[in-house]
């Protein structure tokens, strides 16, 4: 990028030069070189300035390079020294620019390793780089989630009822912030708590009510169903006979302890506020969910990988087609959120960010308290609601053609009931089974439909002479599904792998819902649209991972909970990087991974191909091993206890 091109990105107005060509002298600044030196305390060897900006106490500081390299870092740092010596208490952002290209480096307050920002990767406007000054709101995921848990004893005492929570939260924290922009401040202060309250005394509980309605009416404009949402939210929230109950004094001390203990740590506009925010919803969700208590949420961290296996960024459209409260599909937009700044400016950034939100995420969820609440989290992270579908997935098939997605996340229900599933997917069921509780695939009938709609979608692709398309699915499937040899089961792999490719499937940790379902379960991994043999007969080879562990705890009344190494990293972030390592590469490494050529009747569990890695077990684990199947035994009648 040229100086000319780098002045009027960062604006024109706002260089400030006091010698020939544009540069700035600090010399010429402090009067002489003697005054210079005399201010920063010792001799100086570099004092032009390339290029200086300043509005207000923000102050921009660039030095152009052809390349730059690592030792132009000390010039910079010499520059910055000097500007502090002559300007106290100026916000000071630092930047090495190459003329050749786009490439830059950005420092704030510092030029050491530990201030540079990262992120920063496209020369932006003076008002972008005033916005990283903003300390108001911080990212502080461990105060969210102390303060969380203390919101939810407050609604525990005013007795909302434990379903309720989730969604009340979230349709309240979308009405402070409504009242937040209309105030027109992005300080969260006493003044502003203040503020509100003078206003919210003014006004009833009904009135509080009304409002928090009102909100999400004008949030709505013209959503898909958005008489079926609004109808919801009076239904299953608003109308609630314990949240009409709550007085005045109860709404503020909710609406306050929200403001001041929840929304002030949580800097939306970045990807680790947006994460935050989604563990502060997805928090209530432990006590709320669909109808059925054996459906549970998908842990956050899974819905991250998943992202990650199935590569998501912000070219791709992603669909749920049993979304629930929409933890999929919001991961998803967050990362392609991300994605957006990827070589882009904060405006060129938001321009793609609406694109996002309005024709990359679609989801279809049949449970009503479910679907509330996939609008409601759409809404707090920044819309993308409007291609969230209230019914059957079985029944949408057309407006899953309409997404044409490129990638799919599920967590399907593994015991739907027989009758809500089509006769068509029934044919190899034995009597029993039509008229059994559960689904007798373990879910396995839900990625077989998304598999025909795909197939039929490029069958009128192919008709119309246009490409045909893969498409990535994950999936999470019960233990049973993967290892279940049963008729029906597997009819169901084996078509499965007729059209599509197994890629690979992840064997979860125990009790990875606790304290939801108590299912063990596996992500698979399939490339929907491309036969998992090969036109010259070949099959191709599955990769299998044993993921037993993730670096999270089970606590009482807190669910799994992430941990930490002695130098603060997460735990989890290590072992995540591992499983994505061994997959990309195809590693079959002893006791954590293998591959394998599988077919409809095959075992679909690392457990099955694995080596073990003797060299990690113990006097425990054999004797660990021989209780489990001593319990199993009595289990199945085939030893009683004495």
Known sequence: MTRHDMIERIGKKYLTSNIEAGEYSYVQDAGSRIELEKAVGHPVLHFKMDLRFKKADTIILIETKQLFVKSDEKQIAEYLEEEKALHKNHKIICILANTSDNNIKVWKHFVDDMHVLSEETVLDTMEHYEKLFDINKQNDREKVMKNTYALNELLHKLDIDEKLRSQFVGTTLLYIKNMIKKINTDKIDDILVDKLNNIWNMMSAEEIRTAVKKTLDDLLGVSDNKAKKIELLQKNILNDQKVRKLTLEDWINVLDKIIIDIYKYINADSSEGQDILNLFFIAFNKYTGKADKNQAFTPDHITSFMCRLTDVDRNKIVLDATCGSGSFLVKAMVKEFAD?????????????????????????????????????????????????????????????????????????????????????????????????????????????????????????????????????????????????TSTIISKEKETMLKDNTLEAVFTLPNEIFYPGASASACCMLFTLGQPHVNPDGTVKETFFGYCKEDGFKKKKNLGRIEQFNIDGTSKWKVIEEEWISLFRNKKSIDGKSATAVVDGNSEWLCEAYMKTDFSKLTENDFQQTVNNYLAYLIKEGRVYEA
Do not use: Q
């Open 340 to 484: 957006c700044y990827r070589g882009k400016t904060e405006r060129e950034a938001k321009n793609l960010m609406e694109i996002v939100t309005k024709k990359n995420i679609y989801g279809i969820e049949i449970e009503e308290k479910a679907y509330g609440l996939a609008t409601t989290n759409m809404l707090i992270h920044g819309d993308g609601n409007s291609n969230i579908k209230f019914g059957d997935c079985f029944k949408n098939k057309e407006f899953i053609k309409n997404a044409d997605p490129d990638i799919i996340l599920m967590n399907p229900p593994y015991n739907a009931k027989p009758k809500g599933i089509p006769d068509k997917y029934k044919i190899h069921w034995t009597k029993t089974a039509k008229e059994g509780k559960e689904d007798a695939t373990k879910g396995f009938v839900f990625i077989h439909f998304i598999s025909d709609v795909i197939k039929e979608l490029n069958e009128e692709k192919e008709k119309k002479h246009l490409p045909l398309k893969t498409v990535k699915l994950a999936v999470l499937l019960p233990v049973a599904a993967a290892i279940g």
